[in-house]
């Protein structure tokens, strides 16, 4: 089982330009969701998913957007970058049906904007 | 919103020290999970507690959530360097969404 995966790994963008953050997950999880981690604040979750077609927003929504056509991948958008968007996100997986919401999460994607 | 808060932030023990990581909720937990995260890496799930009174252990590590059910204790006896890394507890909210706490980053010196 690859579990979730999250790509790319590492990124470097200017302010204003685009780009997607893809998560997969091979564990038939109906929850989806994109953290992400800046030093002494924790985890603060940006967008979650319930199910394919089904979003939220989280804590930290604005700059970010998301999708979800399959059960399996949960891509996160950047529009037009921001320093403050400078980070390290996390996509995370569980099976809530289970009655616990145990995450799987991926291995992180360490996003520097200049 | 439900907050959590965990004590210590920051902690340096002596490799073979025990050592206590604290989580408070500002409201009742339903479910308390502990996770891992290595330097650079992502987190993995430690335990789960949703019972007061509930106390787990896996190897070195026991976890227990106090039979009010807004304070969690992790304990690590004898620590070794593997036990460093950042622990974070998380909670759920609704809907299946979590919240953390801060983190405490545990080093352990050989």
């Known amino acids: 089982n690859a579990g979730v995966t999250q790509t790319p790994k590492f990124q470097v963008l200017k302010t204003g330009q685009s780009m997607t953050l893809q998560c997969a997950q091979d564990m038939n999880h109906e929850y989806m969701s994109w953290y992400r981690q800046d030093p002494g604040m924790g985890l603060r979750l940006i967008h979650y998913?319930?199910?394919?077609?089904?979003?939220d927003q989280g804590e930290v929504p604005n700059g970010y957007n998301v999708s979800r056509s399959t059960t399996e991948d949960f891509p996160l958008r950047l529009l037009s970058a921001a320093p403050s968007q400078t980070s390290v996100y996390f996509c995370?997986?569980?099976?809530?049906?289970?009655?616990?919401?145990?995450?799987?999460f991926g291995a992180g994607s360490r996003l520097t904007v200049l | 919103s439900q907050e959590l808060e965990q004590s210590p932030q920051s902690l340096i023990v002596q490799e073979g020290k025990n050592l206590t990581i604290n989580c408070t909720s500002s409201k009742t937990l339903y479910g308390l999970y502990w996770y891992k995260q290595k330097y650079g890496e992502g987190l993995i799930f430690l335990m789960m507690l949703q019972k007061g009174g509930e106390e787990k252990s896996h190897e070195k590590i026991t976890a227990k959530l106090d039979e009010k059910k807004q304070q969690s204790s992790l304990h690590i006896t004898a620590s070794q360097p593997s036990h460093a890394g950042i622990y974070l507890c998380g909670a759920d909210a609704n809907a299946g969404k979590s919240t953390f706490g801060d983190g405490t980053t545990l080093t352990v010196k050989p």
């Open positions: 998913s319930v199910g394919a077609g089904i979003t």
């Open positions: 995370a997986s569980s099976l809530v049906s289970s009655g616990a919401n145990v995450l799987t």
